[in-house]
C-alpha cells in the first residue's frame, strides 16, 4: 500500500501536536468557558468529502486514488483535532476500502465506532433521484443500511446529497418511510432563478412534506461543501452569523470541506473548530456536527412543530433539464435492469413458495449492488466523460443478464410444477406486472417448415387471435394475443396446422391504420395528421398540426452542457424530419397491422413503427422508434399536439403522480417516470402517453405535450 501512495500521507501539511497543545492552554488561560458571554445562535459545522464516484474520471481513479486520500487526510484529522466530526456518504465506497484497503478499513471502522467518523446518507451511493424509479430509491436506501448494519453495527439516519440535480416531490415520502429523519443540501442555490420571492429556497431549515403527506426535516441553506474556515475565531465568523441570523429559529447548518475528488477539509479549519470550542468569545455556538445532529436536536427539542413547512417539488430551473435525457443508453440500460429485477423477484417468490427453488437472494442483491451505484447523481444523469461510460454499460448488461438468468431459472422451476400438456405445443405466459393484461405476446416455435395456419387456446379452451409473422431456421414467429392475471403462469395451446378464419378487421393503406377504436392516417412527412376515436367520432390531434419528431437545432450551452436545455432552444419553431421519407406496409395481419417510415436528417437515420392491433391491446397506438443519431448541436423530441385542452397536465411519479403547468421560467424541461397525460379541463376526454426509457418532457401550451428523446448541445 505504500509503495503504490507513497506520498498520500505527506500531501497535506499538518501542523504539530505540541503546537495545537500550546494554543490550547494560552487560550484557557486567557478566556475560560466559565466568563464565555450566552450565544444567541448555533451553527452545526459539517465536515464532509463528497467523492463523484465517476465524474470527470473512472471508477478506477476513485479506487486506486480518491478513496485512499479520504481515507488518510481524514484519519490524520481525527487524530490531531479531537472536536473534528467526518461525515461520508455511500455505501459502495465503504466496500471499495473493504475490499482494497482492508487494514485502513478497519482504523475507518474504529473512528466510527468512537463516533469520530460518521456514516452520512443511508444509501448505496449518493445517487440522483429523480430518473430513478421509487424502487430503486428504496432498493439504494436498504442496500446501504444492509451494509452499515453488518459492518458497522448501525444505521443511518439521513439523506445527504450536498450535489445532485434537483429533488422530487417523492424524496421525503420515501425517506420517511425508510426511518430516516433529515436531509441536507446546497444545490438549489444553482437554481438560475428566484423561486419563492427574491430567495432559491422556501426556507433555510423546516419541513419538506412529499406527495403522501409524510415530512422531513430539511437543511437547503448549507453552503459550498468545499468550503474551507480561516484561522480565526468562528464564533464571530461574518458568513456564519449571516446565516444563523437569516433562520427564524437561529440556527445555520453550515457544509465544510472537499468535494468531487474525495479528500478532507484544510487543517485550517479542524484548528479553527477547536479554538472555537476552547476559547470563543462570538454571539453564537459552533457545533462541528455530525450530518444528522441537527435533525436530531430539533426532535429532542419538540421544536419540530415550529419549523416552517414546505410542500412542493424542489427542482432546477435550468441545471437539471438535460440530466433527463443525456446518454440515452444509460436510461435505457437502469430502466430495463428495473423490470428485469422486479421480474426476476417475483419469479423467485413464486418458485419459492412452491418449494421448487430456493430464493435466489445473493445473485439478486449483487446485481442490485452492480447496476444501482450506476444512477450516482453523474453517472445516470449523464454527465461523465465517454471514458466512464463502458464501466457504467459493462456493469448494466451483467446485471441484465443475471436478472434474465434468475427469472429464467425461477420460471423454469415454476413450469416443472404446472400441468402442461395439451394438444398442440405449450407455451407458458408469464407476467411479472401487479394487474391483469391483455396484450401481444411472441414466441419462436420449432417447426419443419413455414404453417399453413395458426389457432391458440387460452388456459380455459378458448380461442385467442393470433398471427403468424414469419420463418426462419426452423422457428415460426408467432403473435397471439394473452390475457394474464396479475404475477401469473398461463399455458397456452399453440397448434400449427389448419387454415386460419378470415377474421381480419384491421385497415391497412399506404398512409393509414384503422382498428376498431382507432383510424390514424399519416402525411407526406410520415408524421401523424389525424387520429380518430371511432367510437365517439372525435379527432384526436389539434387542427393544422401533427403528431411528430420535432427537431431543435443550435442546442446552446456553453456552461454545463450535459446538465443544461436552455428555454430559448426550446422556444424556437422546431423542424420536421423530412429528408427521404418511404412509408411502407411491414405487417398486415388479423392480430397486428404496422406501418413503417423511414427518413433522414443529414447523416441522422429515422425509422418508425406504428402499430395497431385487433383483440389485444387495442385501445393503444404503439410508435416504435429507432434512431441511428449523428447530428450535433440538436434537440429531438416526440411532440404531441391534441384536441384536447387543459392548462395542466398530469405527470407520473412512480409513487403517485403531479400536475404542472405549461412551461415558464422557472419550469419548462421536467421529469416524470413512465407517462404524462393531457386530459380536457371538464374531464370528458384524455391522452395518457407512455414511454419504456425516457424522462425529460415539457409542455409548450394548454393543447401539447413533447417527450424529450435525445439531447446533444
Avoid at 36 to 65: E, R
Wanted: proline fraction near 4%.
Amino acid at each position: 500500500m505504500k509503495k503504490i501512495f507513497p506520498t498520500r500521507k505527506k500531501g497535506i501539511s499538518f501542523l504539530s501536536k505540541k503546537w495545537i497543545l500550546a494554543i490550547c492552554l494560552v487560550s484557557i488561560a486567557g478566556n475560560t468557558p466559565a466568563t464565555q458571554p450566552p450565544k444567541s445562535g448555533k451553527a452545526y459545522v459539517v465536515s464532509n468529502a463528497h467523492m463523484d464516484t465517476q465524474w470527470l474520471w473512472t471508477v478506477q481513479t476513485s479506487i486506486i486514488d480518491y478513496i485512499p486520500r479520504t481515507i488518510y487526510q481524514n484519519l490524520a484529522l481525527i487524530r490531531d483535532y479531537p472536536n473534528y466530526i467526518f461525515n461520508f456518504e455511500g455505501a459502495i465506497k465503504y466496500n471499495w476500502m473493504k475490499e482494497y484497503y482492508p487494514l485502513d478499513y478497519e482504523k475507518v471502522k474504529e473512528a466510527i465506532k468512537n463516533g469520530r467518523w460518521h456514516v452520512s446518507g443511508s444509501s448505496w451511493d449518493a445517487n440522483d433521484v429523480n430518473v430513478p424509479s421509487p424502487e430503486s430509491s428504496f432498493r439504494n436506501i436498504l442496500l446501504g443500511q444492509e451494509f452499515y448494519k453488518k459492518e458497522f453495527g448501525l444505521k443511518s439516519t439521513d439523506i445527504f446529497l450536498p450535489d445532485c440535480f434537483g429533488f422530487g416531490f417523492t424524496l421525503p415520502s420515501i425517506a420517511k418511510h425508510c426511518g430516516l429523519i433529515g436531509f441536507s443540501t446546497q444545490k438549489l442555490g444553482w437554481r438560475k432563478k428566484p423561486f419563492y420571492g427574491d430567495s432559491k429556497i422556501p426556507f433555510t431549515i423546516g419541513r419538506w412534506k412529499g406527495i403522501d403527506g409524510a415530512e422531513l426535516i430539511c437543511a437547503l441553506d448549507c453552503g459550498s461543501y468545499v468550503h474551507n474556515f480561516k484561522d480565526d475565531d468562528l464564533t464571530r465568523d461574518n458568513d456564519l452569523i449571516q446565516r444563523v441570523e437569516r433562520d427564524p429559529m437561529r440556527t445555520a447548518y453550515r457544509y465544510f470541506g472537499a468535494g468531487d475528488r474525495g479528500g478532507s477539509a484544510m487543517p485550517v479549519s479542524a484548528m479553527a473548530i477547536e479554538k472555537a470550542q476552547v476559547s470563543g468569545d462570538g454571539p453564537i455556538e459552533i457545533v462541528c456536527a455530525s450530518s444528522d445532529q441537527l435533525y436530531k436536536d430539533y426532535l429532542h427539542s419538540g421544536k419540530v412543530k415550529e419549523l416552517p413547512v414546505f410542500d412542493g417539488e424542489l427542482l432546477m430551473d435550468v441545471h437539471a433539464s438535460g440530466c433527463y435525457t443525456s446518454q440515452s443508453a444509460m436510461k435505457r440500460f437502469n430502466r430495463r435492469n428495473e423490470q428485469l429485477a422486479d421480474a426476476a423477484e417475483r419469479a423467485s417468490v413464486i418458485a419459492e413458495w412452491l418449494g421448487t427453488l430456493p430464493y435466489q437472494s445473493k445473485t439478486l442483491t449483487e446485481s442490485w449492488q452492480r447496476f444501482i451505484w450506476h444512477q450516482f447523481h453523474d453517472d445516470l444523469t449523464g454527465t461523465s466523460i465517454r471514458e466512464a461510460y463502458p464501466f457504467s454499460w459493462n456493469d448494466e448488461i451483467l446485471s441484465q443478464t443475471q436478472f434474465m438468468q434468475v427469472m429464467n431459472t425461477a420460471s423454469g422451476a415454476v413450469i416443472s410444477g404446472m400441468n402442461t400438456k395439451v394438444k398442440g405445443i405449450p407455451v407458458v405466459v408469464y407476467n411479472p406486472a401487479a394487474y391483469a393484461r391483455k396484450n401481444i405476446a411472441e414466441a419462436f416455435i420449432p417447426t419443419d417448415k413455414y404453417p399453413s395456419g395458426i389457432k391458440v387456446y387460452t388456459p380455459d379452451g378458448k380461442e385467442t387471435p393470433a398471427q403468424i409473422l414469419g420463418y426462419a431456421d426452423g422457428k415460426a414467429h408467432i403473435l397471439f394475443t394473452a390475457n394474464v392475471d396479475p404475477v401469473s403462469y398461463s399455458v397456452y395451446d399453440i397448434r400449427l396446422s389448419g387454415k386460419q378464419k378470415n377474421t381480419k378487421t384491421l385497415i391497412t393503406t399506404a398512409n393509414s391504420i384503422e382498428n376498431s377504436i382507432y383510424k390514424v392516417t399519416l402525411n407526406s412527412n410520415g408524421d401523424i395528421s389525424s387520429i380518430i376515436d371511432k367510437r365517439i367520432g372525435k379527432e384526436l390531434v389539434k387542427n393544422g398540426k401533427a403528431i411528430r419528431l420535432a427537431l431543435f437545432r443550435n442546442n446552446m450551452s456553453n456552461e454545463w452542457p450535459a446538465w443544461e436545455i436552455i428555454k430559448s432552444v426550446m422556444d424556437a419553431e422546431p423542424e420536421s424530419i423530412k429528408e427521404d421519407v418511404k412509408i411502407t406496409i411491414e405487417e398486415n395481419g388479423s392480430l397486428r397491422s404496422v406501418l413503417k417510415v423511414e427518413r433522414k436528417d443529414g447523416d441522422s437515420k429515422f425509422t418508425q413503427r406504428i402499430c395497431l392491433t385487433e383483440g389485444a391491446a387495442d385501445d393503444r397506438i404503439d410508435i416504435i422508434t429507432d434512431i441511428d443519431w449523428a447530428t450535433k448541436a440538436s434537440l429531438l423530441k416526440a411532440e404531441f399536439p391534441l384536441s384536447v385542452s387543459n392548462k395542466e397536465a398530469t405527470y407520473d411519479l412512480g409513487l403517485g403522480n403531479i400536475k404542472r403547468g405549461n412551461n415558464t421560467e422557472l419550469a419548462y424541461e421536467v421529469y416524470a417516470q413512465h407517462w404524462a397525460d393531457l386530459s380536457d379541463k371538464d374531464g370528458s376526454y384524455g391522452v395518457s402517453i407512455l414511454n419504456n426509457c425516457k424522462y425529460g418532457w415539457d409542455k409548450p401550451d394548454d393543447n401539447t405535450l413533447r417527450l424529450t428523446l435525445l439531447h446533444t448541445p
